[in-house]
């Protein structure tokens, strides 16, 4: 009897045993796993063709990053590259940074986004989208089109990261363009008002004082944050806007986003939608936002490299299809948001330098920025060489909101002084030669002895700034005595 109870309380404890023996053996697997190193899916490089790579082995829809293997002994071990199109199996990449020494069969890794360290405590980006630094502390500082500062100021310090893209905003969800943006410029200000909200071309070649008169709107304007995109230009220019164009009074309201010639067209491309996203972060925030972009044909360069390098065939001037889809995508992005229910919003508006090689006004890029702004500012040549500055062409143009933001006073004096610039302007060899006599023609007569105080007008120095209201009443008072 005492047998079979000695044997019957041995049981349950040797099935205490070996379950704990199970459960010890199950916790250091589970340490084991929790310790090992996760698999990397990668694909392999198998051709490599001027700017772009082909890479086979991997899923990954457009725009997503990649990091590339590099052989031992480079200083980095791998690069970034973005998958730019795919054709069947075979992946198109594009680097970011120039690379020598890939060899046959890389591996490519796809990339997580990672969000960028920041002080704030926010959570990390939706894995798959591409975010970069935003913020208020911002101000002030330079950076590239990753968000890395190049100002040599330590860290960036911002609030959030906003995506490179946007939705489309509803166009009849924006605001109207119903008041006016004080740029400071006399001619701009009197005879092609702007409104908060409207995106203006800047046209011109090289060399006719384009940079310098951003710089002066940017020192000057009313608006309250400015985004600055140098994107495409020569290196030493960035630093001799930064610091002699923009200046001190300009930079420390603004934002500076340079990605100049030498970067790779990928992030030409990205510093001009980080720019815009910086506008539209300040734009939520309900400011009135000035957003500089020089330039515009350089994005749309950059674009041009990409799609011919991946196979798309040219149409206009060299320029594929896929150029004219991005300009009013990222064109559009500008603008007025949707107000509050006490009718108050911010607003983005916008200047786009739009080069014109040789003077020609009908070059493909710049007849496409045309139709998509709202008017454009032309800068002459022929001023520009005469030292008449700024050398805004005012016959040639146009504000198309100008009408809906200005009183009857103001379009009446505008409709005149263009009248007396126009006249004298067809009349201006005879004029020159001594050809012409006075009495024949008497709003000729008229022009001709308005006519240094309308190229007096229309002249303003770099230090000089001009409100709007102050220009307007000196537009007006050229024709009290009428």
């Known amino acids: 009897m005492s047998d079979n109870r000695s044997q019957a309380g041995a049981e349950p404890a040797a099935n205490n045993r070996h379950l704990q023996a199970w459960r010890n053996t199950l916790g250091n697997a589970s340490t084991s796993v929790g310790r090992s190193i996760p698999i990397r899916t990668y694909g392999r490089l198998t051709r490599a063709v001027g700017l772009v790579l082909e890479a086979v082995g991997l899923r990954l829809p457009v725009g997503s990053d990649c990091l590339i293997e590099l052989p031992p002994g480079y200083a980095q071990r791998t690069t970034e590259a973005e998958v730019v199109g795919f ?47 935003a913020g208020a502390g911002m101000l002030g500082r330079v950076v590239d089109a990753a968000g890395r500062p190049l100002d040599g100021l330590g860290p960036l310090d911002f609030s959030r990261e906003v995506p490179l893209s946007a939705a489309p905003i509803n166009p009849l969800a924006r605001a109207p363009i119903d008041s006016v943006l004080d740029v400071g410029v006399r001619a701009i200000n009197a005879l092609l008002t702007v409104g908060r909200g409207q995106r203006m071309g800047l046209f011109a070649g090289s060399g ?14 009313s608006a309250e944050v400015i985004i600055v995109g140098l994107i495409g230009e020569r290196g030493r220019e960035v630093k001799d806007f930064i610091e002699n164009t923009l200046g001190e009074e300009g930079l420390a309201r603004a934002i500076v986003v340079a990605a100049p010639a030498d970067t790779s067209p990928l992030l030409r ?42 196979g798309e065939p040219p149409a206009t001037k060299g320029y594929p299809p896929s150029v004219f889809a991005k300009l009013p995508a990222l064109v559009e992005r500008a603008g007025n948001g949707a107000r509050d229910a006490n009718g108050k919003g911010g607003a983005i508006t916008a200047f786009y330098t739009v080069l014109t090689e040789g003077d020609d006004q009908q070059d493909p890029i710049a007849d496409a920025a045309r139709a998509i702004l709202d008017g454009h500012v032309v800068l002459s040549r ?70 240094p105080e309308i190229e007096a007008f229309l002249q303003q120095g770099m230090a000089e700034r001009a409100g709007y209201r102050e220009a307007v009443t000196q537009l007006e008072q050229l024709f009290q005595a009428d």
């Open 208 to 221: 006719v004082g384009k940079s310098v008169l951003l710089g002066m709107m940017a020192r000057y304007t």
């Open 382 to 451: 022929s001023l520009a060489e005469s030292g008449h500055y700024p050398a805004i062409d005012i016959e040639a143009s146009i504000s198309r909101a100008m009408t809906s933001l200005i009183e009857p006073a103001q379009f009446d004096a505008v409709r005149r002084f263009k009248q007396m610039l126009s006249r004298y302007q067809r009349n201006r060899d005879l004029i020159s030669v001594g050809a012409y006599a006075a009495g024949h023609d008497l709003q000729l007569d008229k022009a001709i002895a308005l006519y």
């Open 87 to 133: 054709a069947g199996d075979r992946l198109f990449l594009m680097p970011q940074t120039e690379v020598a020494g890939l060899l046959p069969g890389a591996r490519v890794y796809p990339l997580e986004a990672v969000a960028v360290a920041n002080n704030n405590g926010n959570p990390p980006a939706e894995p798959g989208s591409k975010r970069l630094p």
């Open 269 to 310: 491309l990205q510093g001009a939608a980080y720019a815009t996203s910086l506008a539209e972060y300040f734009r939520d925030q309900g400011k009135d936002v000035l957003l500089i972009m020089d330039s515009l044909t350089r994005y749309a360069m950059a674009q041009r490299e990409i799609a011919l390098a991946v």
